[in-house]
């Protein structure tokens, strides 16, 4: 029996890093440019607090990782002139952070992260990627599976040197933080999309929204508490939430009620701003976790994942020091 999910001993970890882990697997992203990143390190396991360190190369960054083991490796989405003050910003990655343990809807009823909720959050990543990739037109998208749960990290240019505001804009379209109004929907057969303050974003909003209301629906498990539903609308939607499952949406409505369907429509898009971690995605200086370090409070490899449609992190973000613990 594999025992992941509790924290790494300091052995544990001096093995990965000195055993498994290999900066040549660092993402080429994360390579270019990296003494201009900042990195951070938690050697405790109490947070961040050796900040501000640069790297002038890789192999400085081997040195320093294989020598410390960290509790936690991270580094800026920020790319700075001068990065060991924070200093002389130039533009930062467009980040949405997905934790299966803060999800606000989950069918799961765990404490922390299990295999239900870390696969619920994929499958909501693999909803994300599609509206960034398809709706956006952005192309420079990396997904790292952080340990327990998706960083979607998104280079473009375009969207690299947006503010806090734009940021918030696009992460409120991606998630359907708002229930669709008139201004989102084409009046001629032009299909102008609307536009955003710092660029256009394509008339797909209601779209959009459906998928993530579908996505809310089928993962309810009738204990949440959501504004502008009430318990009997809450056991309602999921008696009838197969009718969602086969986009029958009409039917569902009437069986709800066009008053408590509005009801429901306003009470998700709410909920929904919680899908991602919001002030992740508009910090412009944030540290994430290291794509190839060691996620120590669960044991569990943070790496890019190439192929989030088959991407299994019970099996592929497993540790070779995890299969050999012994259950208490």
């Given at each position: 029996m594999i025992i992941i999910f509790q924290?790494?001993?300091?052995e544990e970890r001096r093995r990965y890093y000195r055993e498994e882990w290999?900066?040549?697997?660092?993402?080429d992203f994360i390579k270019k440019e990296l003494n201009k990143r900042e990195f951070g390190f938690d050697h405790l396991g109490k947070g961040p607090n050796d900040r501000y360190r640069v790297f002038r190369d890789t192999d400085m960054l081997k040195k320093f990782i294989r020598y410390r083991s960290p509790f936690a490796a991270y580094c800026s989405v920020a790319f700075y002139k001068k990065p060991r003050k924070r200093g002389d910003w130039l533009k930062s990655e467009l980040i949405f952070d997905v934790d299966a343990k803060?999800?606000?809807?989950?069918s799961c009823a765990c404490d922390g992260v299990c295999e239900i909720c870390l696969n619920e959050a994929r499958t909501l990543v693999i909803d994300l990627l599609d509206t960034l990739k398809q709706d956006l037109g952005l192309k420079n998208v990396h997904v790292i599976y952080s340990g327990r749960g998706y960083h979607i990290r998104i280079l473009d240019e375009e969207v690299m040197t947006l503010d806090s505001e734009g940021r918030s804009q696009v992460l409120k379209y991606l998630v359907g933080a708002e229930a669709p109004k008139s201004k989102y929907v084409a009046i001629d057969s032009s299909q102008k999309p609307?536009?955003?303050?710092?660029?256009?974003i394509p008339i797909g909003y209601p779209a959009v929204f459906t998928s993530r209301l579908k996505y809310d629906i089928m993962n309810l498990n009738g204990n949440e508490k959501i504004e502008d539903i009430n318990p009997k609308l809450l056991k309602d939607i999921i008696k009838y939430r197969e009718m969602v499952k086969k986009d029958e949406w009409g039917l569902f409505k009437n069986k709800i009620g066009p008053i408590r369907y509005k009801n429901m429509i306003e009470g998700m898009s709410k909920i929904n701003l919680g899908l991602v971690d919001a002030k992740v995605s508009i910090d412009l200086k944030r540290i994430l976790r290291m794509p190839t370090s060691l996620h120590s409070k669960v044991s569990m490899r943070c790496m890019e994942v190439k192929n989030v449609d088959k991407f299994d992190p019970l099996k592929d973000a497993v540790p070779n020091f995890v299969s050999e613990r012994k259950g208490n």
């Open positions: 924290s790494a001993t300091l290999d900066v040549k697997h660092l993402p803060d999800l606000p809807i989950r609307y536009q955003l303050e710092h660029f256009s």
